[in-house]
C-alpha cells in the first residue's frame, strides 16, 4: 500500500535522488536487471541528487499530483482513494523528518548554551533530549487526515488505518487527525468560495419599464 511504502521509505538514509528513495520504498517497481532503466531515470531526474529525505519525498509528491490530477482531468480510471493515502503518507513523513532536524538543532543549541554559562546539560530536564515519534506514526497519521479530508469519512479512514498497521500507540493521534482534517477542508473550501463571490461583480438591477 502507500503507507507501506512510505514508511518504507523512511528508511532510507541518505537516497541519491528520487528515483533511488522510489526504488528503495517499492514505489517504483523495477525488474531485477533493471539497472541500465535505473541508470536512465537518474539521469532524468539528476537534479534531485544529493538533496534531503524531504526534498525528494516532496518532489515525489509533487509528481504524483500532477499525475492524479491529469487523470482525474481526462476521465481517467483511477480515482483518489490511493493518491490520497499517498499524499498524507509522504506529507507526514516530510514533516516527520523536517521536524525531527529542527529539534535535533534545538537541543544541540540549548546544550551549547548551558555548557558556555556553566549549567550541567540536561540540568533542565528533557529540553535537550527533545524527540518525536517514529516514521511510520507521521506517515500512519498524514494519510488518514488526508483520506478523511478528501472524502469526509473520518471515521472510516482512522478504522481503514488502524486495520492497515494495528499501532495501538497512534489512535488518540490517528483519531483527532482524522477528525481535523475534514474541518480544516471545509474551512478552506468555505473561504475560497467566498473570495471566490467577492470577485463576482455585482448584478445591476434590470430596469422594467
Known amino acids: 500500500t502507500a503507507v507501506t511504502a512510505a514508511q518504507q521509505a523512511a528508511d532510507v538514509a541518505l537516497p541519491a535522488g528520487a528515483v533511488d528513495a522510489a526504488a528503495a520504498a517499492g514505489i517504483l517497481e523495477l525488474p531485477a536487471d533493471s539497472a541500465p532503466l535505473l541508470e536512465s531515470l537518474r539521469g532524468g531526474l539528476a537534479f534531485a541528487s544529493g538533496q534531503s529525505l ?31 493515502l499517498f499524499f498524507g503518507a509522504v506529507l507526514g513523513l ?55 479530508a478528501v472524502f469526509r469519512a473520518p471515521l472510516t479512514a482512522s478504522l481503514l488505518l488502524f486495520e492497515l498497521t494495528r499501532a495501538y500507540d497512534i489512535v488518540l493521534p490517528l483519531l483527532a487527525a482524522a477528525g481535523t482534517g475534514p474541518l480544516v477542508a471545509e ?20 430596469d422594467v419599464a
Open 54 to 84: 524531504e526534498a525528494n519525498l516532496l518532489l515525489l509528491l509533487g509528481a504524483k499530483l500532477l499525475a492524479t490530477a491529469f487523470c482525474l482531468g481526462a476521465g481517467l480510471i483511477g480515482g483518489a482513494f490511493a493518491p490520497s
Open 187 to 206: 474551512f478552506a473550501n468555505r473561504r475560497i468560495e467566498e473570495a471566490g463571490r467577492r470577485r463576482e461583480p455585482p448584478n445591476d438591477a434590470v
Open 94 to 148: 516530510a514533516y516527520q523528518s523536517a521536524a525531527g532536524g529542527g529539534l535535533s538543532l534545538l537541543a544541540d543549541a540549548i546544550a551549547s548554551y548551558q555548557s558556555s554559562v556553566g549549567i550541567p546539560v540536561g540540568s533542565w530536564g528533557v529540553i535537550p533530549q527533545l524527540t518525536i515519534a517514529d516514521a511510520p506514526a507521521y506517515a500512519t497519521i498524514g494519510a488518514a487526515a488526508t483520506l478523511s
